[in-house]
C-alpha cells in the first residue's frame, strides 16, 4: 500500500492485475443488412400540422429514402428546395389504430410521410432517421412529446409481420421532372396542342424536354408548392376541387379539368409524389 507523509490515502486499492470489464450486451449484428423500425400510433404528435389530422383520416405510409446531395446534381436543382432528395422505399397501409410497422435498410436515412386516401401527404417528416443492422427501434407517435408514456395496449401492426421495405438500390423508385413528369406532359399534355405555345396557359412545350415546363410550373408558386401536393393548386384540377387549405391562395376556376380522364391513376399518382418529394428536376 503507498503512504508517504503529508498525504492521505483515500479510497486506497491495490495495485494488483484485474479481470477486464465485460461490454455491454447488444443486438447488432453486422452480418444482417436490415432493421425494424414500429410506430405504435401516429395519430400522436406534438406537431401543429398532425394535430389538425383528423382520426382516420391516414390511409398510408411513404417511406422514403435519403440520397446524398452532390455537387453536380445539386446544380440542377431550382433553388429554395426546403428538402433532400429522396427515394421511395415503399408504401404500406397504416392500420386502423394507427400503428405501422416495417423492415428497411440498416444504416439508411429515412423519412416518413403519412398520406390521405388521395396518396397526398398529411405531415411529412422534416429530419432522418435510422436504424442499426437488426435493431428493432420505435416510437411513441410521430414526433410525439419525449415526456411521453407509451400508451398500454397491443396494436394491431406489431402483432403481424413487418413490411418488408428492402429492395436492392437499383429497384427502388424516385419521381423527377426529367424522366417521369415531363415525359408524361410531352406525351398527354403539349403534345395534344393543349398547353404548347399556340395553346392555353401555362406553356409546357416540352417537345425538346428542356427545362422550359418544368420551370414555368415552378415559377412564382403559383401552380406547385414543392413538397406540398396538398396545398399545390396544379394537383387540385385533377380532382376539380381544393384540397387543402383555403387560405392558400389560388385565383383560377376550380373545376375538373380534362386531364382527370387523360392522365391515368398512376400518372396523377407520379404528380402528387413528384410535388411531395420536393418538385425536383433530377435526381439521378
Known sequence: MYKEDGWHSVDAHALTPHPRVEGRSTWVNYNIKSGVFYCLNAYITDRPEGKKISPGSIKRLRVTEGLPIHQETQSNQSSGRRFGLKRILGLLPIEEDGSFHIKVPANTPISFQLLDENNMALQTQQSWIWVMPNESRGCIGCHE??????????????????????????????????????????????????????????????????????????????????GNAKESPLIWLFFGKRMGSPETPYTGTMSSIHSQNLL?????????EWVDLGSHWDIK
Open 145 to 226: 412529446n419525449k415526456e411521453m408514456s407509451p400508451p398500454n395496449r397491443l396494436v394491431d401492426a406489431v402483432i403481424k409481420p413487418s413490411v418488408n421495405l428492402t429492395l436492392p438500390p437499383e429497384q427502388r423508385r424516385s419521381v423527377d421532372f426529367r424522366h417521369e413528369i415531363g415525359p408524361i406532359i410531352q406525351r398527354k399534355c403539349s403534345a395534344h396542342e393543349c398547353h404548347s405555345s399556340d395553346g392555353v396557359i401555362p406553356n409546357l412545350d416540352m417537345t425538346s424536354l428542356s427545362r422550359q415546363g418544368y420551370d414555368t410550373l415552378l415559377s412564382d408558386g403559383r401552380y406547385i408548392n414543392p
Open 264 to 272: 391515368t391513376t398512376n400518372e396523377r399518382i407520379q404528380f402528387i
